[in-house]
């Protein structure tokens, strides 16, 4: 019996030891995530604030979803945000031509994402069957799409002269006491989540918008009518969250 329990003892041990060492091989192979946050803080954000701490942690979410191989610059303030505001989140922009980004995601799709794409339309079909509202001059519909930086990266843009340089910019509201960087337990009670926060608008800054504006913002809906076919949007402050 002491004999077997030694035996047991040993491979155990020595198994122990084999998974230790898998564990080791394991991480040490494994790839770090292809997106990468270069992350520049404006002189608003203190050296000891939180935030420098948990900004990168909060953007791992980010990381977990994304595998394309690009650097997206991000610049992090602090600022004094009307009443009602928890951060803001500025996105540079390129315009390209709807054909050309048309044709860039339908190469880049992958699996479930070819089907989707691929029943874009291309700017002829489009202009020529949208649901414009009446009175809207359907020629003066543009054929350039407004692309955030971040995403042209991922369809394969390099930087250039005429790109901003930071892809953008994030403001967080500068109270002290207004967010809780605790994600684990909750969020007390007259703060707000930093994490939720900072991934929110960071989602911004990638290239997904909210429709909020523009539901609110043709001019038609109230029965006036336009021959530009511009829509003006109505400020967000004045936009209230379901």
């Not at 910019?169 to 707000?192: A, E, L, M």
């Amino acid at each position: 019996m002491i004999v077997c329990s030694f035996i047991r003892t040993r491979l155990a041990r020595r198994a122990a030891r084999v998974c230790a060492m898998l564990l080791l091989v394991g991480l040490a192979a494994a790839p770090a995530p292809a997106l990468d946050f270069d992350i520049n803080y404006h002189s608003s954000v203190p050296l000891d604030s939180p935030i420098r701490t948990h900004m990168p942690l909060a953007l791992e979410a980010w990381q977990r979803v994304f595998s394309d191989n690009v650097t997206v610059k991000i610049n992090v303030r602090l600022d004094a945000l009307p009443s009602g505001y928890t951060a803001t989140c500025s996105s540079n922009y390129r315009n390209i031509n709807y054909n050309t980004i048309r044709s860039d995601l339908i190469g880049d799709a992958e699996g479930y994402e070819a089907a989707l794409v691929g029943n874009l339309p291309d700017f002829t079909t489009f202009k020529a069957g949208a649901h414009i509202p009446d009175g809207w001059n359907r020629n003066l519909i543009n054929p350039s799409s407004r692309v955030t930086q971040a995403l042209a990266l991922a369809l394969g843009y390099t930087r250039s002269g005429g790109w901003a340089t930071y892809d953008m910019i994030i403001r967080f509201n500068n109270d002290p006491d207004f967010w809780d960087f605790d994600p684990s337990d909750g969020v007390t009670v007259g703060q707000v989540g930093f994490y939720s926060t900072a991934q929110h608008e960071t989602g911004h800054g990638l290239g997904f918008s909210s429709g909020v504006a523009s539901a609110r913002a043709v001019p038609a809906l109230d029965g006036r009518t336009t021959t530009t076919g511009t829509p003006t949007p109505h400020p967000l402050s004045t936009m209230t969250s379901p």
